[in-house]
């Protein structure tokens, strides 16, 4: 069997997808549906557009959370593909991060983009497979995974005092959003080493 360097990227965005989608449901607010709601029909309605508010909101934040490891990966696909360097400067150019947070977003491009690399290259029907295949124990592929929560983090941490609005609020959603992450990361790795 040869390595399938394109199943092996939908294979790995495929885990970044299911990665998004559990950190959008725990950092996205739902609303809370009481039960005199449903006796008073406009609250009700009330209820429903937030709710399909709420729905939006968990697409749009998978969908934000992808973009820069969606260009990543592609960089490496494309890498690998050519057998060339990843382009690293393609992903930090077509960003829209503030100068301040570029060398932090960078390394954290720099870090998945090695990550990514580890498991493309491997034989494996599914990312379960591809992760294995490139750490073969489970306190390896941890020590992977705690180096790009590090780098992730750093990034965050120079990027949220740098967007527009409440400071407090900003720095409340960056740091649930990262230990979000880290929670989950760890929880996919125990089911692929279970």
Avoid: C, H
């Amino acid at each position: 069997m040869g390595t399938d360097l394109e199943a092996n990227r939908e294979s790995i965005l495929d885990y970044e997808r299911r990665l998004a989608r559990m950190v959008a449901g725990e950092v996205v607010d739902k609303p809370i549906l009481a039960m005199w709601m449903i006796l008073i029909p406009i609250f009700f309605v009330f209820y429903y557009f937030q709710l399909k508010r709420y729905r939006r909101g968990l697409q749009d934040f998978a969908s934000n959370f992808l973009i820069t490891r969606q260009r990543t990966i592609d960089r490496v696909y494309d890498a690998e593909i050519s057998g060339g360097a990843v382009d690293i400067d393609s992903v930090v150019a077509i960003s829209d991060i503030p100068s301040e947070a570029r060398g932090d977003y960078r390394a954290w491009v720099e870090a998945l983009a090695e990550y990514y690399r580890s498991l493309i290259t491997r034989e494996g029907f599914d990312y379960d497979d591809l992760v294995k295949a490139a750490y073969p124990r489970k306190p390896g592929y941890l020590v992977a995974l705690d180096t790009l929560n590090q780098v992730e983090s750093v990034f965050n941490t120079t990027l949220a005092p740098l967007l527009p609005g409440d400071a407090e609020s900003i720095a409340a959603v960056v740091s649930a959003m990262q230990q979000s992450v880290e929670k989950n990361r760890r929880l996919l790795a125990t089911e692929i080493y279970s």
